[in-house]
């Protein structure tokens, strides 16, 4: 899996690439989730997919002047695949008064699926891993953003200023905590 993904070589690799395996480890997390209070909403990847196309062009059209020949960097790729996965969350959390209430873990699904992206991209596009002793602190406050970002994306989604602030705090998670 380290030098292919999805059966696609990293030197062939283009951003549209990682859908598949998108999809692959939400089925994942689906079969790993406690269905009492986790449904899985299978559209939405494709709805993301969709809205990745949109909101990247969006970005280029701001930034480049051919956007047909310019790409945007990694960080705002990355930034946009977790910002569409929050603003469309593939887990659908219910039953939530529920007892025995749902675990911490359970209540942060969509947010450690998207942590679980911004780890595995950025090792496959680093050849590094996140060192989650440095990442400690920073983790809790990085599921904290995901968490507000989810909970109000309507404006943001449509202000690329957080996209590529978003984009600066992932460089400063690859500067920092990639080993």
Not at 7 to 22: A, R, V
Not at 61 to 71: D, G, I, K, L
Not at 140 to 153: C, D, G, N, V, W
Request: neutral net charge; glycine residues 2%; contains cysteine.
């Amino acid at each position: 899996m380290r030098e292919e993904l999805c059966g696609i070589k990293m030197s062939e690799f283009n951003s549209k690439h990682w859908f598949p395996y998108f999809r692959k480890l939400a089925a994942e997390y689906n079969e790993c989730a406690d269905k009492k209070f986790v449904s899985f909403r299978d559209l939405s990847i494709d709805e993301i997919e969709a809205a990745y196309f949109v909101r990247s062009t969006a970005i280029k059209e701001e930034m480049f002047e051919n956007v047909a020949v310019n790409r945007i960097d990694r960080h705002k790729v990355l930034a946009l695949y977790i910002q569409l996965h929050l603003e469309k969350p593939l887990f659908w959390l219910h039953n939530l008064g529920m007892k025995p209430r749902p675990s911490s873990t359970t209540l942060m699904y969509n947010e450690l699926f998207c942590l679980d992206i911004l780890q595995i991209v950025l090792e496959k596009w680093t050849g590094k891993h996140l060192d989650f002793t440095k990442f400690g602190d920073y983790k809790f406050a990085l599921m904290k953003l995901f968490k507000y970002y989810r909970e109000h994306s309507e404006f943001h989604k449509y202000n690329l200023f957080f996209t590529f602030n978003f984009a600066h705090l992932i460089y400063f998670i690859e500067r920092d905590f990639m080993a």
